[in-house]
């Protein structure tokens, strides 16, 4: 079982910047990819970005590339997504995800079905 805890969502300015934070507590962190997803109003919960086990690779939506990023430290049993330049279309709820894998450098696009634990979300607003 594990339990993953978002943080540092909060109303920010187009072009600005956020960093959001997940905190899990519960098995290893190391058994698991990471990573986000986010839900904007009357849409699907949508992939973001993902992180290998062990922290050697990344994915990231088309969307997203350049913009943001994502990390994570085993020992602190965190992950992050950066963000920058933000858009109003990055508005949305983010949620934290951990997803079994059995590759420990390697990780794609992770999908909503696939995801074992879920955070329960930290909203993000971008404004014009």
């Known amino acids: 079982q594990v339990q993953l805890v978002e943080s540092g969502g909060g109303l920010v300015q187009a072009g600005g910047s956020l960093r959001l934070s997940c905190a899990a507590s519960?098995?290893?962190?190391?058994?698991?990819?990471m990573g986000w997803f986010r839900q904007a109003p009357g849409k699907e919960r949508e992939f973001v970005a993902a992180?290998?086990?062990?922290?050697?690779?990344?994915y990231l939506a088309d969307s997203v590339k350049g913009r943001f990023n994502i990390s994570r430290d085993n020992a602190k049993n965190t992950a992050w997504l950066q963000m920058k330049a933000l858009k109003p279309e990055d508005t949305a709820v983010y949620y934290c995800?951990?997803?079994?894998?059995?590759?420990?450098?390697?990780?794609?696009?992770?999908?909503?079905?696939?995801?074992?634990?879920w955070g329960e979300g930290t909203l993000v607003t971008v404004s014009s």
């Open positions: 519960g098995r290893t962190l190391s058994m698991y990819a």
């Open positions: 995800a951990a997803d079994s894998r059995l590759s420990s450098n390697y990780v794609g696009k992770l999908t909503t079905g696939a995801v074992d634990y």
């Open positions: 992180i290998s086990r062990s922290g050697s690779s990344t």
